[in-house]
């Protein structure tokens, strides 16, 4: 089977990596891919907003399958257009990706499916989201109800934080913005994956990812700075509980609305007091969350994504390996605020059993690499424990030539507690 992968990051990048080892892999085309990416597959210049564009693709190279990688394409209805056109594909359709695409649909679908979460109001208005505020009180958080790349979100410490978040969603909007205000929860964050297929959902596995830009969880929000997998905080138990309580009710609630989900179901989790509660959903895999299920993941990619597209899970499962896995952001210096573009990656290492490199932000300029994004390398390992995992990615971080990048020094250091 020909497959043709949406995507240009380090997620797409770990993607085509697992992909490429398919025994049911004819070739692997990437759009528009990396150069990372093209180490396996032929990447290809392909606007995924061009939808004609991509369906006269597939249909010229035979294609098979889609994969699709990011969000944006899902919202914008890709999906859709390659399921009109007879092409199998990984990925919800729009109606469906409003699970990530409304953060305001997502809350009231727990409302309908009694789905724990967090207590909320939605707002279209200014003066009004604000009065609401006053009387509830910090800390309490604000929320872009449209996609903001992970980072749309202000957990507000403060009356006046929280205020200043709503001015800044509503500042030069456009008719119709939105912004979601809800109660502060707390307890630890954790994610579950599944993998859905319109009735059912199995499990994909759980991680933790560090958001913060700098050691000790300090600094602005990023899109991820490292990740590790499994979650320790995900016993069997709260996994059960999960599945149960938010997963397939998820589902049974977006088959009621006629938009069954078919993909990756990714849930951001608060593990509360009073059990798991949806923070929220994304509807591809996290970035950089994506590279450590892979590089666990002992089972063939291919042929399960395949049978997510085409409502045949039943009786799928999937193989792990039981050693963790560990990835640390490299990142241009500045990130995630302003950087400079296109300095030189002057050498990567070689990779062992257990390791890999995967380009998130990468380029080449005349023949050479270059980083030319915020979150440029995602330097993975796995290994017996979680120590010896951190030990891994971090050596090889630090023989990694790139004077313009820096990470975090402390990933995962909540399991190594």
Same mark, same amino acid.
């Given at each position: 089977m020909d497959v043709l992968l949406i995507g240009s990051g380090g997620r797409e990048h770990a993607l085509a990596w697992k992909l490429a080892r398919s025994p049911d892999l004819g070739k692997l085309f990437a759009a528009p891919g990396n150069p990372g990416i093209a180490a396996v597959a032929e990447c290809v210049a392909l606007d995924p907003a061009d939808h004609d564009a991509v369906i006269a693709f597939c249909r010229e190279k035979?294609?098979?399958?889609?994969?699709?990688?990011?969000?944006?394409?899902?919202?914008?209805?890709?999906?859709?257009?390659?399921?009109?056109?007879?092409?199998?594909?990984?990925?919800?359709?729009?109606?469906?990706?409003?699970?990530?695409?409304?953060?305001?649909?997502?809350?009231?679908?727990?409302?309908?499916?009694?789905?724990?979460?967090?207590?909320?109001?939605?707002?279209?208005?200014?003066?009004?989201?604000?009065?609401? /505020?006053?009387?509830?009180? %910090?800390? $309490?958080?604000?929320?872009?109800? !449209?996609?903001? @790349? #992970?980072?749309? *979100?202000? +957990?507000?410490?403060? /009356?006046?934080?929280?205020? %200043?978040? $709503?001015?800044?969603?509503?500042? !030069?909007?456009? @008719? #119709?913005?939105? *912004?979601? +205000?809800?109660?502060?929860?707390?307890?630890?964050? %954790?994610?579950?994956?599944?993998?859905?297929? !319109?009735?059912? @959902?199995?499990?994909?596995?759980?991680?933790?990812?560090?958001?913060?830009a700098y050691d000790g969880d300090k600094g602005p929000n990023t899109g991820g700075m490292g990740a590790y997998s499994p979650s320790y905080l995900m016993t069997p138990e709260m996994t059960e509980r999960a599945m149960a309580e938010i997963v397939r009710p998820t589902l049974a609630g977006m088959r009621a609305h006629g938009a069954p989900f078919r993909g990756v179901l990714y849930a951001g989790l608060m593990l509360t007091k009073d059990g798991p509660k949806l923070i929220e959903y994304n509807v591809r895999f996290g970035d950089p969350e994506c590279q450590v299920l892979m590089m666990r993941l002992e089972s063939d990619l291919l042929p399960v994504l395949f049978a997510a597209a085409t409502g045949s899970l039943d009786g799928v499962s999937l193989d792990w390996s039981n050693e963790p896995a560990v990835t640390v952001v490299l990142a241009s210096k500045g990130y995630p605020g302003a950087y400079e573009k296109n300095t030189p990656i002057r050498s990567l290492p070689d990779v062992g059993e257990g390791e890999m490199i995967f380009h998130a932000g990468t380029s080449l300029i005349h023949g050479e690499l270059a980083a030319n994004g915020g979150r440029v390398l995602n330097v993975t390992a796995r290994a017996a424990d979680v120590a010896q995992a951190v030990e891994k990615a971090y050596a090889l971080v630090d023989r990694v030539e790139w004077s313009e990048g820096f990470c975090r020094r402390d990933i995962a250091h909540r399991a190594r507690h």
């Open positions: 035979g294609i098979g399958f889609v994969v699709v990688g990011p969000e944006v394409p899902l919202v914008a209805g890709l999906a859709d257009a390659l399921t009109d056109a007879s092409i199998p594909v990984f990925g919800p359709s729009a109606a469906a990706a409003r699970l990530e695409g409304s953060k305001g649909f997502t809350k009231d679908l727990c409302t309908l499916q009694n789905i724990p979460t967090a207590r909320y109001q939605r707002f279209t208005e200014s003066d009004a989201a604000k009065d609401y /505020i006053q009387r509830e009180g %910090a800390p $309490i958080v604000v929320k872009a109800d !449209g996609l903001a @790349a #992970g980072k749309g *979100v202000t +957990v507000a410490a403060t /009356i006046e934080e929280a205020l %200043a978040a $709503i001015d800044d969603c509503f500042a !030069g909007a456009q @008719a #119709g913005v939105e *912004v979601v +205000v809800e109660e502060c929860m707390e307890g630890p964050e %954790a994610s579950l994956f599944c993998l859905c297929d !319109g009735e059912r @959902a199995i499990l994909f596995g759980t991680a933790e990812d560090h958001k913060r």
